[in-house]
């Protein structure tokens, strides 16, 4: 199975900040990747598929990148709505689609 | 509009079962893989079963696999998860979601409410 590691595990930041959050696969995932944002009591939202496609609706301070075993979430200027937890997850098989264990975007 | 409603849940016992649903609306359901999702309290997500378009293959996380059967209903447009033997450590909220599209090659577009589902005595 594939393990997904993310980095950091919690992230202080202030409003307008750049961030960016690592996404590792222990094998090559290509492109097959996901990036969700979760706030507390609230099912996962989509903001990146295919490790770089921008889901419709959301903001283009969000950027995805990468690919093989090593991807990268930034938001480029830090907004309030965006302190929550992400999660990447990925799919390059339908065996199986691990998650990160989430990043904590906290007002720093 | 694309809807997953969830039922089921609840408090049961260890070693006990449930079954939970998830009813899809707005979308041709039987175009996509669905998956099941969970979150222990406090903790992350957790992937636990998916299924195929035709319901013909059906994936496990090793921990649930021999107690856990997903299924679904094209015909009423209805994802299931039958939870057996269930462990305390099965406890947390319980999430449906939409899966892959070979058209779009897209994932995780749309979840369900959630379901909470506790294990104790």
């Known amino acids: 199975d594939i393990q997904m590691t993310q980095s950091p595990s919690t992230l202080s930041a202030s409003v307008g900040d750049r961030v960016t959050i690592t996404c590792r696969a222990s094998?090559?995932?290509?492109?097959?990747l996901a990036w969700y944002q979760q706030k507390p009591g609230k099912a996962p939202k989509l903001l990146i598929y295919?490790?770089?496609i921008l889901e419709s609706g959301v903001p283009s301070r969000f950027r995805g990148a990468g690919s093989e075993t090593e991807f990268t979430l930034t938001i480029s200027s830090l907004q309030p709505d965006d302190f929550a937890t992400y999660y990447c997850?990925?799919?390059?098989?339908?065996?199986?689609?691990?998650f990160g264990q989430g990043t904590k975007v906290e007002i720093k | 509009e694309v809807e997953l409603v969830q039922s089921g849940g609840g408090l049961v016992q260890p070693g006990g079962s449930l079954r939970l649903s998830c009813t899809a609306s707005?979308?041709?359901?039987?175009?996509?893989?669905m998956t099941w999702v969970r979150q222990a309290p406090g903790k992350g997500l957790e992937w636990v079963a998916n299924?195929?378009?035709?319901?013909?293959?059906?994936f496990y996380l090793d921990s649930v696999e021999g107690r856990f059967t997903i299924s679904r209903d094209n015909a009423e447009n209805s994802l299931y998860l039958q939870m057996n033997s269930l462990r305390a450590e099965d406890t947390g909220v319980y999430y449906c979601?939409?899966?892959?599209?070979?058209?779009?090659?897209?994932?995780?577009?749309?979840w369900g409410q959630g379901s909470l589902v506790t294990v104790s005595s």
């Open positions: 094998q090559n995932t290509h492109t097959w």
């Open positions: 707005g979308f041709t359901f039987g175009a996509y893989w």
């Open positions: 299924i195929k378009e035709d319901g013909s293959q059906k």
């Open positions: 979601m939409r899966d892959f599209n070979h058209q779009t090659n897209k994932w995780g577009d749309y």
């Open positions: 295919k490790a770089s």
């Open positions: 997850q990925q799919y390059n098989s339908y065996s199986s689609g691990s």
